[in-house]
């Protein structure tokens, strides 16, 4: 399994752009996860889905952050208009979501984002 | 919601010692799983240790081990051995059973000196 795979790895862009990143989940996995890495917060959820359906947004810090999935492979966020405090790594996971107690979480290479 | 905290931002151990990182967290449930990541310059993320909160016994792979004191919220992470690929930073995270999304503490910095 190639494991979950991120674009871009690196993202540079100008204040107010509108910027997307994508996450394909492993193949199977029904759980997916969007994180924030920052210096001064470590590693902040901020939104998660169950099934493609969103089950906790409470971490998006604005309304300019927006996380789609429109189907079991594929998800994005996005950022519209991006600020240079958005800059971080932001880093996709997935899991798969059973009775079993025991789920482990696999995470991609993030891509890092800067926002000049 | 459910906050884990690392209080050391920062660690040093010498090659072949032992280093133990704290991680305390906050929740109301009984039922949970805690983990240790570790984060290489590389940017992965790679599972050292997983510990089931019903279970009493520690955790241990290899050279690594948890303290976890379910009482006192505590899940400690020790390192026998250090050894200079070990240099990384470690995240402490807590992940509820019944529901789905996992927290994560704002890391350590281990250095390891040879």
């Known amino acids: 399994d190639a494991g979950v795979i991120q674009s871009p790895r690196h993202e540079v862009t100008e204040m107010g752009q509108e910027v997307t990143l994508r996450c394909k989940p492993i193949?199977?996995?029904?759980?997916l996860f969007w994180y924030r890495q920052t210096m001064m917060r470590g590693l902040e959820l901020l939104i998660y889905?169950?099934?493609?359906?969103?089950?906790?947004d409470s971490g998006m810090p604005e309304d300019r952050f927006s996380a789609k999935m429109p189907n079991a492979s594929f998800s994005t966020l996005k950022i519209q208009p991006s600020e240079p405090r958005d800059s971080a790594v932001y880093f996709c996971?997935?899991?798969?979501?059973?009775?079993?107690?025991?789920?482990?979480?696999?995470f991609g290479s993030g891509t890092q984002l800067s926002v000049l | 919601a459910q906050t884990v905290t690392q209080s050391q931002p920062e660690m040093s151990v010498q090659e072949a010692e032992t280093v133990t990182l704290s991680c305390t967290y906050d929740?109301?449930?009984?039922?949970?799983?805690l983990f240790w990541y570790k984060q290489p310059p590389s940017r992965q993320m790679i599972l050292v240790i997983r510990?089931?909160?019903?279970?009493?016994q520690n955790a241990t792979e290899n050279r690594f081990s948890v303290n976890f004191q379910k009482a006192a919220k505590s899940f400690s992470l020790k390192i026998s051995d250090s050894q200079l690929g070990d240099a990384a930073m470690y995240f402490c995270?807590?992940?509820?059973?019944?529901?789905?999304?996992?927290?994560f503490g704002a890391g350590t910095r281990l250095t390891v000196k040879p």
């Open positions: 193949s199977g996995h029904n759980s």
């Open positions: 889905f169950n099934n493609n359906v969103p089950i906790d």
């Open positions: 996971a997935s899991s798969f979501r059973t009775g079993a107690r025991n789920e482990k979480l696999f």
């Open positions: 510990q089931e909160a019903y279970k009493q």
């Open positions: 995270a807590y992940r509820r059973v019944r529901n789905n999304d996992m927290r």
């Open positions: 929740t109301s449930e009984s039922d949970y799983y």
